[in-house]
């Protein structure tokens, strides 16, 4: 049976005029990592700002790990843990002593604290560093350091708000292994995204925000069969044009259709990109 | 109990960062007060009376007093401020179970702290000075309570103010003004009603009142101790307010 660990009814969130989220509704299940994806300023990050308890939401119903969040807020606390899109350590602080510290806040007792922290130091292969500070590790390091914190009090669901910006291909990788292990350990996983195939890679279901609204929700597969799962692209007036078609055959006797004048063909697969694209006429990131 | 461990939580990284830096932090809280004290104490006041007492007696306290002050604002404010700005490990703290109370109370207590600290080796050099000075229970009791007071206060305008620019010109229009006016270097008494009027609505004024009236052994002020907890109490009710504003 699918458990909402994360559910939301109406959920809206206005900045004045401007409506950061605007009516989601949403239900993230327990066991699987859920993506949100959609370009800078969709609405993804006050989405977690509110489901984390950051941010007080304007209209709407939203529980999570089956308590509401405005009624019962430090239950949701002990129930989540959060790692920031900017890193949130203190930086004047080694690795050991920051994990202490999120110890200490969720009352983890000394000699349980002990043992959590140098198991969990071992899960993410950061023992060799623990007395370092902060300051002085790798980008990839510190935000592995960051997730260990939110881990100490063993949460049922972990947000990760754009984990791997700013990291490099392999510390990236390394992080996606690491979110797969979570997940596998139990670890109900929420993550936003504006990296196509970090979503693709990662995510069970992906949910597609563009101007505070959810405006696709389903397993990439199922996103991508909505719209075709072939893509062709070609220059039409020095704008790119993208047709979808259900399998190669068809994307090719397209092709193969097309006056021999038409420029740049290229047939791909098609990606959660194409299905943001058709859906809203614009390219992630135009926004 | 749970509340009293929580507290403690949330000091406990502000100690562990005050140890790292523990030389500079002090030494730049204690830099101006000092200059004061030789400046206006043992330079200008030593031929001086006032109110009957010789001007170095007069002013140790008030420089006592301005030193708690500055220092426990400040300590609490900055620390408060680079956490929310620099480190932006503010939200981890209101994503904990820590209760909002608890936050503010423990981001409060490291300003308590340096605050204690810097207005005790300001004491002792005043002693050194001017020996004649009274230094019991009481005195003891009204720093502590006017370190906690402004420490708070400190708590409060961080929350308060979102910008490193607002905050510099909150001190300079507001915390350094004070720091000269609220009866720290001189006697209440010499200024006009309106004058009193304004210096009493702050918080300064009662503490350096206090200070000074138990060390040089005068009539005690209790009304203006009792003043200095509404405060106190009116700033805690005011940071919890805002932190409960800004989150859930």
């Not at chain 2, 009293?4 to 030389?23: C, F, G, P, T």
């Not at chain 2, 308590?112 to 004491?123: E, K, Q």
């Amino acid at each position: 049976m699918l458990i909402d660990i994360i559910y939301t009814e109406n959920l809206t969130k206005n900045y004045g005029a401007v409506k950061a989220i605007n009516n989601l509704n949403l239900q993230v299940y327990s066991g699987e990592i859920f993506g949100f994806l959609g370009p800078n300023g969709a609405g993804k990050t006050t989405t977690i700002r509110v489901l984390t308890t950051l941010t007080r939401p304007t209209f709407g119903f939203v529980s999570v790990g089956g308590y509401d969040i405005k009624q019962e807020p430090e239950k949701v606390k002990k129930v989540i843990g959060v790692v920031q899109q900017h890193l949130s350590l203190d930086r004047d602080l080694t690795i050991r002593e920051n994990m202490e510290f999120h110890a200490r806040l969720h009352r983890i007792g000394f000699s349980e604290r002990k043992r959590r922290i140098d198991e969990l130091l071992e899960y993410v292969e950061l023992t060799e560093f623990a007395d370092r500070m902060v300051d002085t590790l790798s980008g990839g390091m510190k935000k592995r350091a960051a997730i260990v914190c939110s881990l100490l009090h063993e949460p049922k669901v972990l947000f990760l708000d754009e984990p791997t910006v700013g990291l490099d291909a392999q510390a990236r990788r390394r992080l996606w292994d690491l979110v797969r292990r979570l997940n596998n350990d139990g670890t109900t996983i929420f993550l936003t995204t504006h990296y196509i195939e970090e979503a693709e890679a990662l995510c069970g279901r992906v949910g597609i925000m563009h101007h505070g609204q959810l405006i696709a929700l389903d397993a990439p597969m199922d996103l991508r069969k909505k719209i075709g799962l072939i893509t062709v692209e070609t220059l039409v007036d020095n704008k790119t044009r993208y047709q979808f078609f259900a399998d190669r055959a068809a994307a090719n006797s397209f092709v193969q259709s097309l006056p021999p004048s038409t420029k740049t063909v290229i047939i791909r697969d098609s990606n959660l990109e194409d299905v943001f694209v058709e859906q809203t006429g614009e390219k992630v990131g135009d926004a | 109990m749970d509340a009293v461990y929580d507290v403690y939580s949330v000091l406990w990284v502000d100690l562990r960062n005050m140890r790292r830096h523990w030389r500079s932090t002090v030494a730049t809280s204690l830099i101006l007060p000092f200059l004061y004290l030789i400046a206006f104490g043992y330079g200008l006041g030593r031929g001086i009376n006032l109110d009957g007492v010789n001007y170095l007696t007069f002013v140790v306290p008030g420089i006592v007093a301005l030193t708690a002050f500055s220092t426990s604002f400040n300590g609490a404010a900055s620390k408060l401020q680079i956490d929310k700005f620099f480190y932006k490990s503010f939200d981890e703290l209101l994503m904990s179970p820590v209760s909002l109370p608890s936050i503010v109370i423990g981001k409060a207590l490291i300003g308590v702290l340096r605050g204690l600290i810097s207005s005790t080796a300001i004491l002792i050099v005043g002693l050194y000075l001017t020996p004649t000075l009274t230094i019991g229970p009481l005195f003891v009791v009204v720093l502590f309570v006017s370190c906690f007071v402004f420490a708070l206060f400190g708590v409060l305008v961080a929350l308060v103010i979102n910008s490193h620019q607002g905050m510099s010109t909150f001190s300079n229009l507001v915390i350094l003004p004070m720091t000269f006016l609220c009866g720290t270097f001189f006697a209440l008494s010499q200024m006009p009603d309106v004058a009193k009027a304004v210096l009493y609505v702050l918080p300064l004024t009662h503490s350096s009142q206090c200070l000074r009236a138990a060390a040089l052994a005068q009539p005690f002020p209790w009304l203006s101790l009792v003043a200095l907890l509404g405060f106190g109490a009116s700033f805690f009710v005011g940071s919890v307010f805002a932190l409960k504003k800004a989150s859930i």
